[in-house]
């Protein structure tokens, strides 16, 4: 038997300190403290455990709802971007093309091999 890393020589050595320097008389007592004080520190335990069991809960509540918004505004980015991107695209192939049209008209009057007089 260890207990707290207290071998049973240990203990029993303990408790003849216990019972010679508390006495017989006084002993029923400090066992019925003693209990008490170890129900206490239970009921403590177990409405600390409980409070954060609580508090954990609701953050992790939070945190989805938070993970949700957050969701949603990366989906509202993504489809801006897919909108000005196929803006842009649209823009740059009528760029290109007005180019290619005006570099048609600036060629067709000039007769390739005359020089401008």
Known sequence: MDLFGIGLPELVVILALILIVVGPARLPEMAAQLARFIRAARKLSSQVTSEFNETMSELEQEYDEMKGEWKEVG??????????????????????????????AAEGPAKPGSSPS
Not at 81 to 98: I, N
């Open 75 to 104: 989906q509202g980015l993504d489809e801006t971007t897919r909108a000005v991107t196929d803006e842009l695209e649209a823009a740059d192939r009528d760029a290109r093309k007005a180019l290619g049209e005006a570099k048609s």
